[in-house]
């Protein structure tokens, strides 16, 4: 697929988010000295004093560098997610980028399927195991579109689980959505499903069963539950996957978190 351009609104909250969070992290980069790899210090929220003019420098092999280079290694990696960022919004919009009014304040969550939520749920709980699993990085699943899905999400970085569990009380069902994702940046979480196999009367039929059930208990569509229906299993379509997940992230960032009217200092 081609190079995955974000909805505006998702593109802003990804920039801003990680800006701020630059803002209270300890900032440097890593050197040599003396053919030794040092760590280099060059902003330190808990003591003004150290600045790009008086930095302050470690060697890594030391208890305290150690330290200090775990440190430096999340800053590097966090500051080249905004840096990409920033240079991709840059290259297609003439306007600087917006502010975002964090914490976002959400349309109704009827479920509470926020952040921790996420982090409470079990993956990999299904119980009904393929003749032909995929194994991959993401671990064993059922089939390939799966893994392609799965592969899609993580160059996303939308973190997700396999698998978890609910229970549909207007079915009076247990079921194991494909996956649970954690749109981080604005704090929700949504149940994804790869719907295929519509040629086989018995996945129709449960398929037909298990949505509605989420629309019964109040899972809607786009917000707390995303379908990405597989027309053709042995032809994933994805960019339609990923405008289902962009589509429905993008959604669920009301316009009244933009403020087109500050522009960010520089990081």
Not at 103 to 124: L, W
Request: aromatic fraction near 12%; glycine fraction near 4%.
């Amino acid at each position: 697929m081609n190079n995955i351009i974000l909805p505006m609104k998702v593109h802003a909250v990804k920039l801003d988010y990680r800006r701020r969070i630059l803002e209270s992290m300890m900032h440097g980069y890593f050197s040599a000295r003396g053919g030794k790899k040092v760590v280099v210090i060059t902003y330190d929220p808990d003591n003004p004093k150290c600045s790009t003019k008086n930095t302050r420098r470690f060697f890594v092999s030391t208890k305290r560098g150690r330290a200090y280079s775990e440190e430096i290694a999340k800053y590097m990696k966090v500051k080249q997610e905004y840096d990409l960022l920033l240079n991709s919004w840059e290259s297609i919009y003439s306007m600087p980028p917006p502010r975002i009014n964090f914490p976002i304040v959400q349309f109704a969550d009827p479920h509470g399927m926020n952040n921790e939520f996420f982090k409470r749920q079990v993956g990999c709980l299904g119980k009904y195991k393929s003749d032909n699993p995929t194994v991959s990085d993401h671990g064993e699943l059922k089939s390939k579109n799966e893994q392609i899905g799965a592969d899609l999400l993580k160059r996303l970085d939308i973190p997700f689980k396999y698998e978890t569990e609910v229970y549909l009380e207007s079915i009076e069902e247990t079921i194991n959505p494909d996956y649970l994702i954690n749109f981080y940046e604005i704090n929700r979480c949504s149940y994804l499903e790869i719907l295929g196999m519509n040629d086989k009367i018995g996945y129709s039929i449960r398929t037909a069963t298990k949505i509605t059930g989420f629309s019964k208990d109040s899972y809607r569509p786009g917000r707390e539950v995303i379908y990405v229906h597989v027309y053709d299993r042995n032809n994933f379509d994805e960019d339609y996957f990923v405008s289902q997940v962009l589509s429905a992230f993008n959604d669920m960032i009301p316009d009244s978190a933009i403020m087109w009217d500050t522009i960010p200092t520089a990081v």
